[in-house]
Structure formats: structure tokens, C-alpha cells
């Protein structure tokens, strides 16, 4: 459960962050942490621990937009499932497989928040340098947040330390 929350929070402050930077940055050109999170998650948290993370991280950024609620919480699914799964196939471990992986997810999940929540029209011919630059910035920092992430998760599940004692050995069994 301190993984759950600790990815949460990390999402939260990322989330944030953005949201702060976003007026004095050009469109685009800010990073999307849950998507991030969502990928970092499908590295480093497998099972249903990674699948309530991932909807956490989705429905923080469902109250802090204006999309139809669930919408994001859906799609952070769906990342965390195509990372589980790009794991796999592709060894998203590496940077080499994991930004053009994540470049793909971002304009995937572009694509399905214009088709199904009304968002940025496609035929805008303003969208898709927007898209592409934040594709890119997106690609360029998954390394970084996969790091932070498995470092900050992979801490908190740390298995305790063995007590040191005095441990008898019983050797072979007689027989």
C-alpha cells in the first residue's frame, strides 16, 4: 500500500508541477506526468498493485481537467496495460525501446481523448505540431521518470532487513 501512495504522491507533485509551468511554457511542450506515471508504473509495479496505481494516477488527472470523469482514469489503464505487455515483447527497460514506445503511447492516447472526449479536432492544423512536441518532450523524459520511479517504489517495497543472530547450520539429513 506505501508504493501505491508513494506513486500517487510522486503523480500528485508531477501533476502539479506542470500545472504550474504550463502558462509560461509553449503548448505542448510540458510533459504528460500520468501518462508518464502510468508507464513507469507498468515497469516497476506488476499485478493489482501497478492496476490501482495506475487508476489513481488516471483519476488524478480526471479532476484536474476538464475531460469526462473516468476518461483518464481509463486510458492510465490502458497505458499500464500496453507497457505490461510492451514489456514483454519490446525490453522497455531500455531507453532504446522506451521513447519511441512512449512517443507512439502519447500520440495513441492523443488520438482516443479526440475521439471520444470532444478534445483538440484533428483538421485544426494547429494540433499536430502541437502533438508532435509533446510526443518528443514526453519521450525525452520517461527515462528520467522511470528512474524516479523505480527508485522511489523499489525503496518502499524494500523487503526488511534479515536480523542478524546466531543461525545453526543442520547439515545434511541422516539417513
Do not use: K, Y
Not at 32 to 56: E, K, N, Q, S, Y
Not at 59 to 87: I, K, N
Not at 90 to 105: E, H, N
Amino acid at each position: 500500500m506505501r508504493a501505491i501512495a508513494t506513486a500517487w504522491l510522486l503523480t500528485a507533485m508531477g501533476l502539479w508541477v506542470v500545472g504550474a509551468v504550463a502558462p509560461w511554457v509553449p503548448r505542448g511542450a510540458v510533459p504528460d506526468p500520468a501518462l508518464l506515471a502510468a508507464v513507469a508504473l507498468g515497469l516497476h509495479m506488476p499485478g493489482l498493485r501497478g492496476i490501482v496505481a495506475a487508476w489513481g494516477v488516471g483519476w488524478q488527472q480526471d479532476f484536474l481537467s476538464g475531460a469526462p470523469l473516468g476518461l483518464f482514469a481509463l486510458l492510465q489503464l490502458l497505458a499500464w496495460t500496453a507497457t505490461r505487455l510492451g514489456e514483454r515483447q519490446l525490453a522497455l527497460a531500455r531507453a532504446v525501446a522506451l521513447v519511441p514506445f512512449t512517443a507512439a503511447l502519447t500520440v495513441a492516447q492523443a488520438l482516443l481523448v479526440m475521439g471520444v472526449a470532444g478534445g483538440p479536432r484533428f483538421d485544426d492544423p494547429r494540433t499536430l505540431p502541437v502533438l508532435v512536441i509533446h510526443a518528443f518532450v514526453n519521450a525525452l523524459v520517461v527515462p528520467f521518470v522511470s528512474r524516479v520511479f523505480g527508485a522511489a517504489v523499489g525503496r518502499v517495497d524494500a523487503p526488511e532487513q534479515s536480523r542478524s543472530g546466531l543461525r545453526f547450520d543442520a547439515g545434511a539429513p541422516l539417513r
